[in-house]
């Protein structure tokens, strides 16, 4: 089949080759990939920043895919050939908490990812596409819509009402503009971009606060809290912003650690964090329930991934690019 190969670190080593089909073992599914999309994961992975001594060399990366099932198994009962299916990242966690080595079992890394022809999917981690979407669009599901919504809902526990602040507007950010929007929810977004905050408004966010123009944008949140903070930050920056995200927060709130995008690693200032008693909890996607549950909700409240643009399965280096630009929502390969 034709498949992207990550030979090397970097995108000069991504190249479009030749490898051999999987065949489906007990229980797993042959799935015939419609469509992938890029997260940042995928893209830390090409450049080496992403557990760099866990990546297989060589490896079909891009972990999130939307395609249809054309061969099982032994022992397969949850779906059937012709059936549309998603990934979902960590294969292995399927409810309740997780397992100690869940990060093991990821597709795109290390397990084979979308970026190819076919790729094999457990039974057990699959979830059913949503009818109302394209592969395309089903494609932006399995991580960025998936952790907006562990971290809107089932650790934020977001009531109507409610204020949660999203930084940026990159995948997970859009989806959980949407989501919380619709959960009644007080939408507040950082951007550094001013075309991006009125572009957000439209999708329903309530305020935006442009980071670039206004570094010190945790004041611009207290003015616009009553000086509460928001219940529920959704911080995707890490780095040392996560001081000025707890400064953000009100007393006895909720930060979802979700991204890095600034930095791996940062230096607590450990008083405010004590003085307003924050909760900080390490987000890693969800388990395939909560994928489940996520698309009755976006289906029951008629949500529509906010796609930036479609790239083909040629251009998927292309795709890469536009990511580490800079997309409005998500960027997908169209593979068949
Ligand atoms: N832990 C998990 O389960 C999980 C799941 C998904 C993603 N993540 C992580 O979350 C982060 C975002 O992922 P993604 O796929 O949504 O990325 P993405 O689509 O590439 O979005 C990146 C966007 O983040 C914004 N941004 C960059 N620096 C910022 C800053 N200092 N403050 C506020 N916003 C900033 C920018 O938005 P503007 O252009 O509007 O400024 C940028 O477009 C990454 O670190 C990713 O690895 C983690």
């Not at 080759?17 to 992938?36: D, I, Q, R, S």
């Not at 992403?50 to 249809?68: C, N, R, W």
């Not at 795109?108 to 022809?117: D, K, T």
Request: charged content about 20%.
């Amino acid at each position: 089949m034709k498949a992207w190969l990550l030979k090397d670190f970097g995108l000069d080593n991504l190249a479009l080759g030749e490898t051999a089909k999987p065949e489906p073992k007990a229980g797993e599914l042959l799935v015939k990939v419609g469509a992938v999309s890029l997260n940042f994961r995928d893209k830390a992975i090409v450049d080496g920043f992403y557990e760099p001594h866990l990546v297989p060399k060589s490896l079909i990366p891009v972990s999130d895919a939307s395609g249809t099932v054309v061969a099982v198994g032994e022992g397969v009962h949850r779906f059937k050939v012709g059936e549309r299916v998603n990934s979902h990242l960590y294969s292995r966690w399927i409810d309740g908490e997780p397992g100690p080595d869940e990060p093991a079992h990821c597709f795109g890394m290390p397990l084979p990812g979308g970026l190819a022809e076919y790729m094999i999917i457990h039974q057990d981690s699959a979830v059913r596409a949503p009818d109302n979407m394209s592969d395309e669009e089903a494609s932006t599901l399995p991580i960025a819509a998936l952790t907006a919504w562990f971290s809107l809902v089932d650790y934020g526990q977001v009531q109507a009402g409610q204020t949660v602040l999203v930084q940026g507007t990159g995948g997970v950010s859009i989806f959980a503009v949407q989501l919380a929007t619709a959960l009644g929810a007080r939408v507040i977004v950082t951007s550094s971009n001013d075309a991006n905050l009125e572009a957000v408004k439209r999708l329903g966010a309530g305020a935006g606060i442009n980071y670039r123009t206004n570094p010190r944008w945790e004041e611009q949140v207290l003015e616009l809290t009553d000086g509460k903070g928001v219940d529920l930050l959704l911080d995707v920056a890490g780095g040392e912003g996560l001081n000025q995200s707890i400064l953000a927060t009100k007393a006895a709130g909720k930060i979802a650690q979700i991204g890095f995008l600034t930095g791996q690693t940062t230096t607590l200032n450990l008083m405010p964090l004590i003085f307003r008693q924050t909760t900080i909890r390490g987000i890693a996607v969800a388990p395939r329930s909560a994928f489940d549950r996520m698309n009755a909700f976006l289906n029951k409240h008629e949500i529509r991934p906010v796609i930036d643009q479609i790239y083909s399965f040629e251009d998927a280096r292309k795709a890469f690019e536009h990511l580490a630009r800079g997309a409005f929502g998500k960027v997908v390969i169209k593979v068949s």
